[in-house]
C-alpha cells in the first residue's frame, strides 16, 4: 500500500529557519549589504555607453576594415573650431592656431587619418558663415575601448585653444557625452526618488518604521544592485543605462514586495496566537506570491538576453540578479526584523492613524463595492475601457524606427550644441556617408576599373543617394562626374571602399532603406555595407529576427508560473492577454509624447520624429513584469477566497478589497521611482522612465481594477478550469459579523472575539490555500 505524498512546505520551512534566529539573519544580512557596499563603490566609472551593434554584423566589419586598410570612412570624431574672438576662421591669427591644431591632433595616439580645413581651405570644412570650421578625425577604436582612447584626446584638444574655441561631436564624442550625463542623472534621479517613496509608504502605512522598513529593504537592494553591475562588468561589456535601470527597478520592486509582506502581516497578528504565527502564515502565504511575482519579472527578463545586443544583455543580467535578491530580502530580513520590532514596528503613527475607527467588514469596504459595480454591467465596462484603450494603440501603427541622435543630450550639452552647427552651417548629411567596402578588388587593372565604374554609377542612381565618391571618380545619377579625378585614397591592397553621399539624415528610416537598396546592388565582389544607416539596418534585423522567441518565451514563463500559483489554465491566459493590451496602449502613448512631439515642452526634450529602436524591446520586457507583479497579487488571493468557499464574483470582490488598496499603493511607489528617472536629462531614460510609469498606472487602475473583474465576472467558473479537475458547486462561507479592532501604534490590538471554531476553520481555509 502506497503512502500518501507530502507536500514540502519550502517557504514554511525558510519561515521557521530565519524567525528561529532573526539576529542572526539580520546581521548575516547587514555584513552582506556593506560588503555589497564596498564592492560596487565606483561602478560608474567603469560603465560604458555602447553594447548597441549586433555581433558579427556586417556594419561592424565594414567600419573595421575602412579603419585598419583603409584609414577612411565617416569620421569618429568631428571638432568644430571658431574663432573665440568671434572674426573668421581666414584670419591669420586664426588660421595659424588652427593649423598647430591640426598638428597636434594628427600626433594624437589611435588617430589615423585627420582632414582639416588648414592648411588646404577646403570649401566644404568652413561653415556658411565663415566663423567656424571643422577637424575629422578617423580614430582606431572600438566601443569598449573609445572612454580610454578618445577621452583623453577630447580632454586635450577641446574647450580654449589659444584664438579659438573648440568643440567636439561625432559618434563617438557623443556616446562619450552620453556616459557622463547618465552619471550625473543617476546621482540626482536617487536624491530625489527616496524622499518621495518615503513619503507614499508613511501615507500608506501610516507610521514612520513600518515605512522605514520597506525603505530600507529598498536602499539594501539598491546597495546589492551596484555590486551586481561591477561583478558583471568583470565578464561582459555592461551598458551605461544597466545601472540607472537595475538600481531604480531593484528599489521600486524590494519596495513592491516589502509592502506585501507588511499588509499580510498586519492582517495575520490579528488572529494569530503570536507574531511568530502570524509571520510564517505570512511567509507561506504572500512569500509565495512574492516568489511567483519575482520569478515572472525575472522571466520577463531573460527574454532580453536572446537579443544578439549587449545593452539589452548587460540589463538583463543585472535586472534578474537584482530582483532575486528583492524577493530574498523580502521574506528573509524584513520577516526577522518584523519579529524583533513586534508591537514597535507600529511606533511613530500618524494622528489619524491613532484615533482610526475599528475595521470594517469587507462587504463594507469601498473597493469590494466597486468590483460588484464593475460585475454587475461587465460587458459594458470592457466595450467602453476595450475602445479608450483601443484609441491609445493607435498612433504606435504610425510608428517610425530610427536611434536617438545628439538631441537625446540635454541642450546646454557642449557635444549637443556643437552638433547643431552642423546642421546649421555645413553638409550634416554628408558627413554620414553609406559606405561600401569590396574586398581584394584591385582598381588599378583594366578589369578591376570596368567593374568598379559600373557599380558606382548603378549606385549613384538610387533614391536619396546625392553622390558617389571612389578611386574612379565621382558619380551623381548614374553620370561620372568630368571635372573629379581620381582619389587614390579609396584604394588600397584590401581592395577598395566607396562613399555614397545621401540627402537624408544618418539615424531614420530614410537611411536605413537606402543602406538596404544599397546592398539590394549587385557588386563585383561581396561587399560590406557599412555606415550608420546600415548598422541601423543590422540592428532593426536582430531584433526582428529574435522577438518572436522572446515573445514565445515571455508567455510560457507567464503561462507556467500563473498556472502554479492559481491552479488554472484560463487565469494566466486572461493575464497574458491583459498584459498585451496594456503595453500596446503604452506603446502608443510613447510614439505620441516623444515621435510626434507632444508635451516636448513640458517634458523638456526634442522631438526627432523618430522612435528609437531598441526602446520598444527595453520597456516591453521591464513592464511586462512589473505589471503582472499586481495580477499574480489579485489573482492569488481570489484563489485564495475561491478555495475558502466563496462563489466566483464573490472571490473576485474579496480579493479586490484586499489587494487593491496595496497595489495602488504598490503602483505608486513604481510610478514615483519611474518618475525620477525620467527627470534625466536623456531622452532614452525618459522614455524607459515614462513608459515604465504609464505602463504601471495604466495596469493597476483600468485593467486590474476594472477589466479584469469584468472579464472574470463574465467567464464564471470558467475562470478556475483546469483539466482533470471536478467541478464543484462553491459554498458561501458563513461570514464573521465580530469586527476586528484596528492596531493601534503603542501596543498590540487584542484578539477578535469571534468563536474558537471559526477561527479555527479559516485559518484551515488559508492553510489549504497556501499548500
Avoid at 552651417?425 to 581584394?440: N, Q, S
Avoid at 502608443?588 to 516623444?594: A, D, K, Q
Wanted: with cysteine.
Amino acid at each position: 500500500m502506497s503512502m500518501p505524498r507530502r507536500r514540502v512546505d519550502v517557504l514554511g520551512g525558510l519561515a521557521r529557519l530565519v524567525l528561529g534566529r532573526p539576529v542572526r539573519a539580520l546581521a548575516l544580512t547587514a555584513c552582506l549589504v556593506l560588503a555589497a557596499a564596498v564592492a560596487g563603490a565606483g561602478v560608474a566609472g567603469e560603465l560604458r555607453h555602447g553594447g548597441t551593434v549586433p555581433a558579427g554584423a556586417e556594419s561592424t566589419c565594414a567600419d573595421e576594415l575602412l579603419t585598419k586598410e583603409f584609414h577612411g570612412g565617416a569620421p569618429t570624431v568631428t571638432l568644430v573650431v571658431g574663432a573665440s574672438a568671434g572674426g573668421s576662421v581666414d584670419d591669420a591669427q586664426v588660421a595659424a592656431a588652427g593649423r598647430q591644431l591640426t598638428r597636434r591632433a594628427a600626433r594624437m595616439p589611435k588617430v589615423v587619418a585627420v582632414g582639416s580645413y588648414w592648411p588646404a581651405r577646403t570649401a566644404s570644412l568652413r561653415g556658411r558663415d565663415g566663423r567656424t570650421a571643422l577637424i575629422h578625425l578617423r580614430i582606431d577604436t572600438t566601443e569598449a575601448d573609445a572612454h580610454r582612447d578618445v577621452q583623453p584626446l577630447l580632454d586635450r584638444l577641446t574647450g580654449r585653444q589659444g584664438p579659438l574655441e573648440v568643440r567636439a561631436t561625432g559618434p563617438t564624442a557623443v556616446r562619450l557625452a552620453v556616459e557622463q550625463q547618465s552619471r550625473t542623472d543617476l546621482f540626482r534621479t536617487e536624491l530625489l526618488e527616496a524622499p518621495l517613496v518615503a513619503c507614499v509608504l508613511v501615507a500608506v502605512f501610516g507610521g514612520v518604521v513600518a515605512a522605514g522598513l520597506a525603505l530600507l529593504v529598498g536602499l539594501s537592494a539598491m546597495v546589492a544592485a551596484t555590486a551586481i553591475v561591477r561583478a558583471l562588468c568583470e565578464v561582459t561589456e555592461v551598458s551605461v543605462f544597466a545601472l540607472n535601470l537595475v538600481t531604480a527597478l531593484g528599489f521600486a520592486l524590494a519596495v513592491d514586495f516589502s509592502l506585501f509582506v507588511l499588509a499580510r502581516y498586519r492582517e495575520e497578528r490579528a488572529t494569530a496566537d503570536t507574531p511568530y504565527d502570524a509571520l510564517v502564515t505570512t511567509v507561506r502565504t504572500t512569500g509565495r506570491t512574492v516568489v511567483c511575482s519575482a520569478l515572472t519579472v525575472i522571466g520577463s527578463l531573460a527574454a532580453l538576453v536572446l537579443f544578439p545586443v549587449e545593452m539589452l544583455r548587460s540589463i538583463a543580467y543585472g535586472g534578474i540578479a537584482v530582483v532575486a535578491t528583492s524577493a530574498a530580502l523580502a521574506v528573509t530580513a524584513l520577516p526577522a526584523a518584523l519579529l524583533l520590532l513586534g508591537p514597535k514596528v507600529d511606533a511613530l503613527a500618524l494622528p489619524r492613524r491613532r484615533q482610526r475607527k475599528p475595521n470594517t467588514p469587507v462587504e463594507q469596504g469601498s473597493w469590494y463595492r466597486l468590483a460588484h459595480r464593475v460585475m454587475r454591467r461587465p460587458l459594458l465596462v470592457l466595450v467602453l475601457l476595450g475602445t479608450v484603450l483601443t484609441a491609445l494603440v493607435l498612433p504606435f501603427t504610425h510608428a517610425r524606427f530610427g536611434a536617438l541622435d545628439d538631441r537625446s543630450l540635454p541642450p546646454s550639452s557642449p557635444t549637443r550644441q556643437a552638433t547643431e552647427t552642423l546642421r546649421r552651417d555645413f553638409d550634416y548629411d554628408g558627413l554620414h556617408p553609406v559606405t561600401v567596402v569590396l574586398p581584394g578588388l584591385n582598381a588599378h587593372t583594366g578589369q578591376g576599373t570596368t567593374a568598379l565604374d559600373t557599380y558606382a554609377r548603378e549606385v549613384s542612381t538610387l533614391p536619396h543617394v546625392r553622390r558617389v565618391e571612389t578611386a574612379t571618380g565621382s558619380y551623381t545619377s548614374g553620370h561620372r562626374d568630368k571635372s573629379g579625378r581620381p582619389d587614390g585614397s579609396y584604394a588600397s591592397k584590401a581592395g577598395v571602399w566607396l562613399a555614397a553621399l545621401t540627402d537624408v539624415s544618418p539615424e531614420t528610416p530614410q537611411s536605413v532603406a537606402t543602406a538596404r537598396a544599397v546592398r539590394a546592388v549587385p557588386a563585383p565582389v561581396p561587399a560590406l555595407v557599412g555606415g550608420t544607416g546600415a548598422w541601423l539596418a543590422d540592428l532593426q534585423d536582430a531584433i526582428r529576427d529574435h522577438l518572436a522567441p522572446a515573445l514565445a518565451l515571455i508567455a510560457a514563463v507567464t503561462l507556467l508560473l500563473l498556472g502554479w500559483c492559481t491552479r488554472s489554465v484560463v487565469l494566466p491566459l486572461k493575464a497574458l492577454a491583459l498584459n498585451a493590451l496594456s503595453l500596446t496602449a503604452t506603446f502608443g502613448i510613447l510614439v505620441f509624447v516623444f515621435q510626434q512631439g507632444h508635451l516636448d515642452g513640458l517634458l523638456g526634450f526634442t522631438a526627432t520624429g523618430v522612435t528609437d529602436t531598441l526602446t520598444p524591446v527595453l520597456v516591453l520586457c521591464v513592464a511586462f513584469g512589473l505589471s503582472m507583479d499586481y495580477e499574480v497579487l489579485l489573482l492569488s488571493r481570489a484563489v485564495e477566497e475561491h478555495a475558502a468557499g466563496a462563489p466566483t464574483r464573490e472571490a473576485v470582490a474579496r480579493a479586490v478589497q484586499h489587494t487593491a488598496g496595496l497595489f495602488t499603493a504598490s503602483a505608486a511607489v513604481v510610478i514615483v521611482v519611474m518618475s525620477a528617472l525620467a527627470t534625466s536629462g536623456l531622452v532614452l531614460l525618459k522614455v524607459v522612465g515614462l513608459g515604465l510609469a504609464l505602463a504601471v498606472l495604466i495596469d493597476a487602475t483600468a485593467i486590474r481594477l476594472l477589466v479584469a473583474p469584468a472579464l472574470m465576472a463574465l467567464m464564471g467558473e470558467g475562470n478556475w478550469w483546469l483539466p482533470g479537475r471536478r467541478r464543484r458547486k462553491p459554498k458561501t462561507p458563513a461570514p464573521v459579523q465580530v469586527p476586528v479592532p484596528a492596531m493601534r501604534a503603542d501596543r498590540r490590538t487584542d484578539q477578535s472575539t469571534h468563536s474558537a471554531q471559526s477561527a479555527k476553520s479559516a485559518q484551515s481555509a488559508k492553510d489549504r490555500a497556501a499548500r
